[in-house]
C-alpha cells in the first residue's frame, strides 16, 4: 500500500493484494482526495477479486466507485456523496446511491438533517430505498 504525504493537501492512497487462492484474484482499491481550508472532495474506488467462496453465489468480482464533498459556510457544513457498486455473480447486482446533507452549529452540539436515495438493480428489476433524518449530536 501507498499513502503520500497525509499534511499535503492533495493526498493519494493506494493498496492491493496478491491471490489469496486459485480461483482468486487480486483486490485493489485507490483514493484520490483534496482538503483545503473549508472545501473538501475526494473520489474512492476498488476491485474485489477475490471473496469468501460462501459469501456470494458465484462470485466473480465486484467494482465500486464513491465520491464526495463537504464544505463550510461558517456554522454550516454541506455535505454529499454519490457511488456506483457492481456485483458480478450468479445473480449480477447494481446499486447507485446518493446522500446529501447538513450540520448546523446549534448550543453545544449540531443539528444533523441528510437525504438518501439507494437504487438496486438486480434479475431485471430494481428496487429504490429512500430516507430522511435529522437529529441532534
Do not use: C, W
Amino acid at each position: 500500500s501507498y499513502t503520500n504525504n497525509p499534511t499535503d493537501p492533495f493526498r493519494v492512497q493506494f493498496g492491493a493484494n496478491l491471490p489469496e487462492s486459485t480461483t482468486g484474484g487480486r483486490n485493489f482499491g485507490a483514493s484520490i482526495g483534496y482538503i483545503s481550508g473549508p472545501f473538501a472532495a475526494t473520489i474512492a474506488g476498488e476491485r474485489v477479486k477475490n471473496l469468501e467462496a460462501t459469501a456470494v453465489a458465484g462470485f466473480r468480482r465486484q467494482q465500486t466507485i464513491m465520491g464526495g464533498a463537504s464544505y463550510d459556510i461558517g456554522p454550516v457544513r454541506l455535505y454529499g456523496q454519490a457511488g456506483d457498486t457492481r456485483t458480478d455473480a450468479t445473480f449480477n447486482v447494481r446499486t447507485r446511491l446518493y446522500q446529501l446533507g447538513t450540520a448546523v452549529r446549534f448550543g453545544n452540539g449540531l443539528v444533523l438533517a441528510a437525504y438518501g436515495h439507494t437504487r438496486t438493480r438486480i434479475l431485471g428489476s430494481s428496487s429504490t430505498d429512500r430516507i430522511a433524518s435529522l437529529g441532534y449530536d
